[in-house]
């Protein structure tokens, strides 16, 4: 009860605190021969300082396009930022110059990319490639240097490190590459830290420990997390509020607690029904039907409408929509059918 409590007051106090990432209609689009793909179609959202933000949805929902527009390596062509804000430092980073953009890219905002394979390059030693952000940003040299790597190496465990630092990333196993990418990520302490997906291939041992780092630096910094997620496990554990990501929109977003408890949006209710749970027997596990819209063919309105029960009104369908606050920091996405506030909702046949 009083640790329930406390976690309360602390997620209250980080409601409180400044926000220090505004991201804002941002709208992230590919060029493709199948036609314009909306990977990103008018994403918002704020980041507060010291407060682990969840990132989840299902495969091609648009999270890691998202965290890399703002980071701006959205691979050009084919993909093009077309709109919006990124608010950091009261300054919008779409305006930034590429020069301005390395300096900030690993010093103040990190991230720790998705598939440790290609984050690491192939050619280089593992000391060259979690030494290179030391030294430019820290500007680290010799012996501090190789002391820092070191000591990085050793925070996400990596045994033997004065030896595995002379290793190329090939010759080291799945985990330990994916730890490298976490070491690299964290070593200059940033502001703001993305996590794509950081802890897949992690044994329950180290994903723990990983994740205890990641918190003893967000205590001792103040750090942010954006954390893009499949494991709602991590979700409730370590995030204070969660974002639910559908078809390149944020279709609901809140305090993790208010979201497993009080799911809005038909597509949040599907995706906590889907996680296994040990006190149920049953005989199929639960998935949500059918599949998402192409992305270079989506609706005006609702995205959701061919996998629901029910389906929505021609006009949910048809018509754009806002998204709407429900509760207190509570925002739901969902057209007026999908929130069963639709005078016009249809049956299915
Ligand atoms: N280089 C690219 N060229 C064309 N389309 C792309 C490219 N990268 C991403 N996309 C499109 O953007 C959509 C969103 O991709 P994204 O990588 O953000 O998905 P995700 O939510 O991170 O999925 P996952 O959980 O599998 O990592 C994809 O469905 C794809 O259609
Ligand atoms: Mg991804």
Redesign the pocket.
């Known amino acids: 009860m009083v640790n329930k409590e406390s976690k309360k007051k602390k997620i209250k106090s980080k409601a409180n605190q400044e926000t220090i990432l505004s991201v804002k209609d941002l709208q992230?689009h590919?060029?493709?021969k199948w036609g314009l793909?909306k990977?990103?179609d008018g994403v918002s959202f704020d980041l507060k300082k010291g407060e682990t933000l969840a990132?989840v949805?299902?495969?091609?929902?648009?999270?890691?396009?998202?965290?890399?527009s703002i980071m701006q390596l959205?691979?050009s062509p084919?993909?093009h930022i077309v709109g919006g804000e990124i608010n950091f430092e009261s300054e919008n980073l779409l305006k930034k110059s590429d020069r301005e953009m390395q300096s900030i890219r690993g010093s103040k905002i990190a991230m720790i990319l998705?598939d440790p394979m290609t984050a690491l390059n192939p050619v280089f030693k593992i000391s060259d490639q979690v030494g290179e952000t030391l030294n430019i940003h820290k500007k680290l040299k010799g012996k501090k240097l190789y002391n820092s790597i070191i000591e990085m190496l050793k925070k996400v465990n990596i045994p033997d490190p004065e030896e595995r630092m002379k290793d190329y990333p090939h010759q080291l196993s799945g985990g330990m590459r994916q730890r490298v990418v976490g070491a690299i990520g964290v070593s200059c302490s940033p502001t703001i830290l993305i996590a794509?997906?950081p802890t897949t291939s992690l044994d329950a041992t180290i994903q723990a420990q990983y994740l205890r780092l990641l918190k003893d630096l967000q205590d001792e910094f103040g750090m942010a997390i954006l954390f893009?997620t499949?494991d709602f496990g991590i979700v409730a554990k370590m995030c204070d509020r969660v974002a639910v990501?559908y078809a390149?929109r944020i279709v609901e977003i809140g305090e993790v607690r208010e979201i497993f408890n009080n799911p809005r949006h038909p597509y949040t209710q599907g995706l906590i029904k889907s996680v296994p749970s040990m006190d149920e027997d049953i005989d199929r596990l639960y998935s949500i039907p059918g599949q998402?819209p192409a992305?270079?063919d989506v609706p005006d309105g609702c995205r959701f409408s061919p996998r629901k029960e029910t389906s929505c009104c021609d006009e949910c369908v048809n018509n754009k929509y806002e998204m709407v606050e429900v509760e207190d920091g509570h925002w739901v996405d969902g057209c007026k059918c999908c929130q069963n506030i639709c005078s016009s909702q249809k049956s299915k046949k």
Do not use: R
């Open positions: 992230t590919f060029e493709t793909i990977a990103v990132v949805g299902e495969s091609g929902s648009g999270k890691s396009v998202t965290s890399l959205v691979p084919p993909g998705q794509d997906e893009i499949h990501m390149g998402p992305l270079w």
